[in-house]
């Protein structure tokens, strides 16, 4: 195994400007979810260069199976490839050419280190046992989600996968660190609508209304009791509103105030208890101060719980590939990701690939988001040892 770790390693280098060029390439022309046509005809140009066969799967996604020559473990392997609304604000050569849409949250280092992952699999099939599935999966980052298109066409269901996993940029981490955490990682993501409709008027004549600003402002205070009063403390939630449109003016109180927010957590059956909670003590407080409540909450992705005895594998398997000192555990998060889905049906792990340092320390979802593309070079080795490692049975 160590002359075929230094072999993936030597690929990776190897491969390393080919695959930044494919990384730039998709950062230069990002599509919004569901919409990833030109994305998905140039990952299926680029497996057609190396030989390695595909399909299309829900219209823009990408997928195919590497065989390996002994019997073996079913694993997956998955990549989003949908960009962000946002306007790019970096000045590089490979900016955003589609204003208003941006890779901003590294999909574009996810799809080019999976296919520098396929690209070192392919040419290491002999070393292979049992079978690697890839996924380029659309709309990560729009509801109901690319993995919830994927599961309901039924491409895992006969044979299901032994386990499947997923890597994910990380600026909070230096290039060529990388970072796991068992159980669970990341939060469930509904969305919370709602319009306050009372009476509107001239401001200075407030008796004669039924202010639906006013009335907005005690149900965003009071909702924050149901986190810090209802929920047990040992369970991370967040209930954050983010939009409050009441359109009014500085002397006009408008008929109608809408607020729009999300509410996380990681806990299923108290996801259900805090989302009715909301809704009942919304409606109260509206009523009692004269007016009416239309409230809609989307159901988004479950909260992300990694597989524990699939993490404890990849974590001893990744410091055997990269070192003690470049593996490190990981914080709770209260984001959210679609590959939570596949987390419930199957033995899963989403890890995170360190991205940062010097000038790359933007978040995701910012303007100005960029990496160190020497992780580029990390991230696709170590995807590809963890595969045919797992696939050897080395530590099981």
């Not at 199976?65 to 970096?90: C, F, S, T």
């Not at 309901?152 to 955490?181: C, K, T």
């Not at 039924?210 to 209930?239: E, F, M, T, Y």
Request: hydrophobic fraction near 40%; include cysteine; aromatic fraction near 8%.
């Amino acid at each position: 195994m160590d002359t075929l770790r230094e072999i993936i390693k030597d690929l990776a280098i190897r491969f390393s400007d080919e695959v930044i060029s494919i990384r730039r390439n998709l950062h230069a022309n990002p599509e919004l979810s569901f919409k990833e046509f030109e994305t998905a005809k140039y990952i299926e140009h680029i497996l057609d260069g190396w030989g390695i066969s595909h399909k299309r799967i829900t219209e823009t996604g990408v997928t195919g199976l590497i065989q390996g020559k002994r019997a073996g473990k079913y694993l997956v392997l998955r990549a989003d490839i949908d960009a962000l609304p946002i306007v790019e604000r970096n000045t590089c050569d490979y900016r955003s050419k589609n204003n208003g849409v941006m890779h901003a949250c590294g999909h574009d280092v996810h799809t080019a280190s999976l296919l520098g992952t396929l690209r070192i699999l392919s040419l290491l099939k002999d070393e292979l046992r049992g079978s690697i599935r890839f996924i380029f999966q659309p709309g990560e980052e729009m509801l109901p989600g690319g993995a919830k298109k994927i599961l309901d066409s039924g491409l895992l269901d006969n044979p299901e996968p032994d386990y499947i996993i997923a890597q994910h940029v990380y600026p909070e981490l230096p290039s060529g660190m990388f970072g796991f955490r068992e159980g669970n990682y990341m939060a469930s993501t509904d969305e919370i609508y709602m319009e306050v409709n009372g009476v509107g008027g001239h401001g200075a004549l407030p008796h004669k209304l039924i202010d639906p600003v006013l009335i907005g402002s005690h149900i965003v205070v009071a909702l924050q009791q149901i986190v810090s009063r209802k929920i047990p403390a040992g369970i991370p939630s967040v209930l954050s509103f983010g939009k409050f449109d009441a359109q009014g003016s500085t002397n006009v109180i408008p008929s109608t105030a809408k607020l729009e927010g999300t509410f996380r957590i990681m806990d299923e059956p108290w996801r259900e208890i805090a989302l009715t909670e909301i809704q009942k003590m919304a409606t109260a407080i509206a009523s009692s101060m004269g007016a009416t409540l239309n409230c809609r909450i989307t159901s988004g992705y479950p909260a992300l719980k990694n597989d524990n005895a699939l993490t404890q594998k990849l974590s001893r398997l990744a410091i055997d590939f990269a070192g003690a000192d470049r593996v490190s555990e990981l914080p709770l998060r209260m984001t959210g990701e679609d590959f939570s889905r596949y987390a419930q049906r199957f033995p899963a792990v989403f890890y995170r690939l360190g991205t940062g340092g010097g000038i790359f320390n933007n978040p995701v979802h910012n303007p100005e988001f960029d990496v160190d593309e020497s992780a580029i070079t990390h991230g696709m080795g170590m995807m590809a040892w963890l595969a045919i490692a797992l696939q050897q049975d080395v530590i099981w």
